[in-house]
């Protein structure tokens, strides 16, 4: 019987250099390993979620693995994928993620287990050992047998445990490494640095392939092969991102692993999983965290791909409603807060020729985490960041290296010139991002506008809704796949009334700045009220953000 809850070791360290990906075996499963350019092993199933297509043959970029058929993305750590090339104006949804591994690397040797039941622990017999690990020699024959045949073969051997043998006189271990029913990898270890390594090596591979010969010639009739099954990822999942329901999520745990100054006035927040691998995210993602105090605020994901932990910065705002002065104030390192999963209504695309990213002071978040990729995946951009002075540019650590333009100190009248420079020359396939202050993105919209950028190349992300919002109208709600019709009275929203009744509506900011309630209109004229949607979106009436918008009309036919 094969030990599926067994540790074994799958690859020599020597055979994760940079920016490799080899290609692993256990038990009938097929892996995908390597090494991030922080020294974290990925132990992955092999394969892409898209088409199957081996992802031991993709790109290995530090941070991100990349299937070299259709392009997806796969992050570090978590597996879950960043990117779709097909869909480069949507975030893939949290779902599409592979299957991971556990793996340990010691001794020389990348360990793993396809269940474990125990935490690894090192074979007794490898303990203070300075190994040097031998090539590894494929053997056509059951794990079982050939463990049984080696420890008969090799004079003064002993076993071990369930899957090595010792051979004491030369200090020699060899680990049979289980790849299927019926076929099987000795991988041999010395337990000291020999003086002459090379004659070492080939003496020891000379014993191990002659292990091999012996063991291949023994006879012995190996079992079938094992069925390994797959689940394939539901394709529809590709084609919409991740969508909160019914209100912000808390279903993350994380600690506050570090707390700084990232500027003036804005404080730097290092958020790491207090168990397991926080979810992959997509450059401008934002995550709902949940206060001490009881408010939930969203704050964008500044960081590079394959990150594993969340920074996130937070400006004090004394004159708020309590977020920023509680995080600020209240939260210290060590605290474990609960954020929601990222969530992404203000994505990236990566098909672009150019894209400028224009930020204005705190804004600089979610732009940052863009500049990043962008400069990762060698896509030609220009970062454009408006402060009051150095000291209020947050995060200027992270701008080293990065194509980055400051402009300090300037007026209305001066933020407007140099924006008209930035903005000149539109060409196809050039895109602009934008996120700061509401005059600042109001001003940038008209200036691009005027000069020939359309709508659809101008993206934008408020901090927040700047405008007064009227909800002194009532009027009614059809849904018309819930079979039901609802009142939306005076002072009460279309999202509160939803959620009142039972309908499980997703949102997240709840001013009309985010987009996440966003509903279809199928009849009846909405009144906008939210900063989230474009001239021509808002001129369509085909869709309303539920949290602020009301209707001009008597009633309003909802698609949900």
Known sequence: MLDLAG??????????????????????????????????????????????????????????????????RYSSRSAGCTYIPAHPADAPARTICNRTYDAVEAAGMVWSSVAPEAEFALPEVLAGADPLVLRPVPVNAAPGVALALAEGLLPDARAIGAASVSFAEA??????????????????????????RMAALRYHDGVLCGLRDRIEASGEVAPPPLEVGFQPVDAALAEMP??????????????????????????????????????????????????????????????????SDYTIGVKRDAAGRGGSVCLHGDVREGDVLAISA??????????????????????????????????????????????????????????????????????AAGTGAVLGDILSGYAFSHHVYVCGPAPMLTATREIAAGAGWPEEAVHFEYFA??????????????????????????????????????VDVPSSCEQGACGTCVCGVLEGEPEHQDVYLSAAERAANDQIMTCVS??????LVLDI
């Not at 009301?550 to 009633?555: D, H, I, M, V």
């Open 7 to 72: 540790w074994h070791p799958i690859a020599a360290s020597s055979d994760l250099p940079t920016r490799h990906v080899f290609h692993g075996q256990l038990l009938g499963r097929e892996f995908a390993v390597w090494r991030a350019d922080d020294g974290f092993v990925n132990v992955w199933e092999n394969r892409c979620l898209h088409r199957g297509v081996r992802l031991s043959l993709g790109l290995n970029d530090g941070r991100e693995l990349r299937c070299l058929y259709h392009g997806w």
């Open 171 to 196: 200090g020699l271990v060899v680990f049979v490494q289980p790849l299927d029913a019926h076929r099987c990898v000795l991988r041999g270890v010395l337990l000291a640095q020999p003086d002459d």
């Open 242 to 307: 991740a969508r909160a329901r019914s209100g912000p999520k808390a279903e993350l745990r994380v600690q506050v692993a570090r707390k700084w100054d990232a500027a003036q006035d804005v404080a730097g927040f290092q958020l790491r999983a207090v168990r397991g691998v926080l979810p992959a995210f997509q450059p401008g993602a934002h995550i709902d965290v949940h206060l001490p105090n009881g408010m939930s605020r969203q704050y964008s994901i500044t960081n590079a791909p394959g990150e």
């Open 342 to 411: 990222p969530r992404n209504n203000f994505p990236l695309r990566r098909d672009s020729e150019k894209v400028l990213l224009i930020a204005g002071g705190i804004g600089i978040t979610p732009m940052l985490a863009m500049a990043q990729a962008l400069q990762v995946q060698g896509i030609p951009y220009a970062l454009h960041v408006f402060a009051r002075s150095e000291a209020h540019v947050p995060f200027a650590d992270r701008l080293a290296g990065l194509a980055v333009t400051r402009h300090l100190g300037l007026d």
């Open 465 to 502: 809704n700047p405008e007064v919002i009227d909800d002194s109208t009532s009027f009614e709600i059809a849904l018309a796949r819930s079979a039901m019709t609802l009142q939306v009275p005076a002072g009460r929203s279309i999202l509160e009334v939803l959620q009142e009744n039972g």
């Open 550 to 555: 009301r209707a001009r009309s008597a009633r």
